[in-house]
T-cell receptor, first 113, second 116 residues
Framework: AQTVTQSQPEMSVQEAETVTLSCTYDTSESDYYLFWYKQPPSRQMILVIR??????QNATENRFSVNFQKAAKSFSLKISDSQLGDAAMYFC??????????FGAGTRLTVKP | NAGVTQTPKFQVLKTGQSMTLQCAQDMNHEYMSWYRQDPGMGLRLIHYSVGAGITDQGEVPNGYNVSRSTTEDFPLRLLSAAPSQTSVYFCASSYSVAGTVYNEQFFGPGTRLTVL
């Protein structure tokens, strides 16, 4: 079964600085999607960014970008110019052509003013 | 569009009681699912459905039932609540690409359930 591992339970960043959240996954599939979801204290799950495995180019969404290393099965999230509103739990998720979406345990990000 | 809606937002039950968590989506998505979120464990799949009349078990199905009579609705039933079912429950939906490949999921606001 596919597994998703987030090795950093908690991270902290100074406002306006850059932080990188790590994620690794295990799969034998060649075609799949990877996602980062944000969960603020409101507990709403918000999609931050997604990456299709067949695309070599790393996805970017404004201040959010990923470093996708397919051979290493690594999918890190970089947040640039961190803002107070970025403070949240961040979940890495994997989905293949099948039905199930697998989530990591999450990383709690604190942003210090 | 309202997206994915869930009711109630909060619920307290006594051990042995039953209840149904409601979930509805207005995006005509084929795929719907239920997750539970526990501290330090991310989201774990309880049950899912790929269309009306079709449901299947996920990672942690015991103690829960589902049905899918319409595309829009996917209720989750707790048959006899236990303290181990204290959790936050999320309903989600997604659309297919090319008929079989499923992309991102859209989540409801969640239900916080406490079983005493």
């Amino acid at each position: 079964a596919q597994t998703v591992t987030q090795s950093q339970p908690e991270m902290s960043v100074q406002e306006a600085e850059t932080v990188t959240l790590s994620c690794t996954y295990d799969t034998s599939e060649s075609d799949y999607y990877l996602f980062w979801y944000k969960q603020p204290p409101s507990r709403q799950m918000i999609l931050v960014i997604r990456q299709e495995a067949y695309k070599q180019q790393n996805a970017t969404e404004n201040r959010f970008s990923v470093n996708f290393q397919k051979a290493a099965k690594s999918f890190s999230l970089k947040i640039s110019d961190s803002q107070l509103g970025d403070a949240a739990m961040y979940f890495c998720a994997y989905r293949s052509g099948g039905n199930d979406m697998r989530f990591g345990a999450g990383t709690r990000l604190t942003v210090k003013p | 569009n309202a997206g994915v809606t869930q009711t109630p937002k909060f619920q307290v039950l006594k051990t042995g009681q039953s209840m149904t968590l409601q979930c509805a989506q207005d995006m005509n998505h084929e795929y719907m699912s239920w997750y539970r979120q526990d501290p330090g464990m991310g989201l774990r799949l309880i049950h899912y459905s790929v269309g009306a009349g079709i449901t299947d078990q996920g990672e942690v199905p015991n103690g829960y039932n589902v049905s899918r009579s319409t595309t829009e609705d996917f209720p989750l039933r707790l048959l006899s609540a236990a303290p181990s079912q204290t959790s936050v429950y999320f309903c989600a939906s997604s659309y297919s690409v090319a008929g079989t490949v499923y992309n991102e999921q859209f989540f409801g606001p969640g239900t916080r359930l406490t079983v005493l």
